[in-house]
T-cell receptor, first 112, second 112 residues
Framework: AQSVTQPDIHITVSEGASLELRCNYS??????LFWYVQSPGQGLQLLLK??????LVQGIKGFEAEFKRSQSSFNLRKPSVHWSDAAEYFC??????????FGAGTILRVKS | EAGVAQSPRYKIIEKRQSVAFWCNPI?????LYWYQQILGQGPKLLIQ????????DSQLPKDRFSAERLKGVDSTLKIQPAKLEDSAVYLC??????????FGAGTRLSVL
């Protein structure tokens, strides 16, 4: 069965500092991988996705993620965090046309 | 283009009452999903429609939850009767091809 682990429930970073959110997945075949962001009271917004090809993918708002098959990981990174990045971030794994399985999320706090 | 529309945004009911949520997907999207997001957890798929047919409802508590998608467009999710543990955000998502899912803002349900 598919599963996603986000080891960090909360992360606090200073504005302007770099960010890395961890995601590990369990999936039998080549996965489709996603990162979504959720601001309070809002739905989920897609940041980026990996289907195949280049293992370093670029997303919106300056985010990127790297797919590492050997480590079953898909960590999200941003070189310089802005206060507006404070939100909850979800990693998800899925297969084409089917459901997504989400991690429990990581809450990002940005301190000025 | 317009996003996924959901209503109501908030609902408070007593246990054992009934409640219904409505979702209007992005125009032309054939696939529609309902997810349940309990506080502190990632979204969990309840049901997936392809046009007006059910693809996956394996995680839907069918003794109390029902969903329909008439004419392959709008969808309603109903809970009857509600339990305390049904308190959650109910997210609707739609997809044109099954690869990327676009989420609505959700309905926050509180069962007292």
């Amino acid at each position: 069965a598919q599963s996603v682990t986000q080891p960090d429930i909360h992360i606090t970073v200073s504005e302007g500092a770099s960010l890395e959110l961890r995601c590990n997945y369990s999936y039998g075949a080549t996965p489709y991988l996603f990162w979504y962001v959720q601001s309070p009271g809002q739905g989920l917004q897609l940041l980026l996705k990996y289907f195949s090809g280049d293992t370093l993918v670029q997303g919106i708002k300056g985010f990127e993620a790297e797919f590492k098959r050997s480590q079953s990981s898909f960590n999200l990174r941003k070189p310089s965090v802005h206060w507006s990045d404070a939100a909850e971030y979800f990693c998800a794994v899925g297969e084409y046309g089917n459901k997504l399985v989400f991690g429990a999320g990581t809450i990002l706090r940005v301190k000025s | 283009e317009a996003g996924v529309a959901q209503s109501p945004r908030y609902k408070i009911i007593e246990k054992r009452q009934s409640v219904a949520f409505w979702c209007n997907p992005i125009s032309g999207h054939a696939t529609l999903y309902w997810y349940q997001q309990i506080l502190g957890q990632g979204p969990k798929l309840l049901i997936q429609f392809q046009n007006n047919g059910v693809v996956d409802d394996s995680q839907l508590p069918k003794d109390r939850f029902s969903a329909e998608r008439l004419k392959g467009v709008d969808s309603t999710l109903k809970i009857q009767p509600a339990k305390l543990e049904d308190s959650a955000v109910y997210l609707c998502a739609s997809s044109p091809t099954g690869s990327i899912q676009y989420f609505g803002a959700g309905t926050r349900l509180s069962v007292l």
